[in-house]
């Protein structure tokens, strides 16, 4: 299973950026998807997730500026950031917590992770 993600960069705050993440390789089902980040000597936290039930959740610094949405028949996830703020800076990981084969319980699984720096 690979996860790969793409979209970060530099932008200035109040700019927007588009991450996506796309999920490959033997997939049996998706549980959720979702992004989480990390800056130097903090723990990673969750950002937005999304499940298959249509469940989402934003962590409570991100409400009303970013949107997860999920494009199932592709196994893709995408995080739209609007209003960016310097303290989103960090590094974004993609993250799904999926069963790679009927025999298997599910488990989370990581994308190499994409920086994101807001800043003028």
């Known amino acids: 299973v690979q996860l790969v993600e793409s979209g970060g960069g530099l932008v200035q705050p109040g700019g927007s950026l588009r991450l996506s993440c796309v999920v490959s390789?033997?997939?049996?089902?998706?549980?959720?998807m979702g992004w989480y980040r990390q800056t130097p000597g903090k723990q990673r936290e969750l950002v937005a997730a999304?499940?298959?039930?249509?469940?989402?959740n934003y962590t409570d610094s991100v409400k009303g500026r970013f949107t997860i949405s999920r494009d199932n028949a592709n196994n893709t996830v995408y995080l739209q950031m609007n209003s960016l703020k310097p303290e989103d800076t960090a590094v974004y990981y993609c993250?799904?917590?999926?069963?790679?084969?009927?025999?298997?319980?599910?488990?989370?699984?990581w994308g190499q992770g994409t920086q994101v720096t807001v800043s003028s």
């Open positions: 993250n799904a917590d999926l069963k790679s084969s009927w025999r298997y319980r599910s488990r989370d699984y």
């Open positions: 999304a499940t298959s039930d249509g469940t989402i």
């Open positions: 390789g033997s997939i049996f089902s998706i549980r959720s």
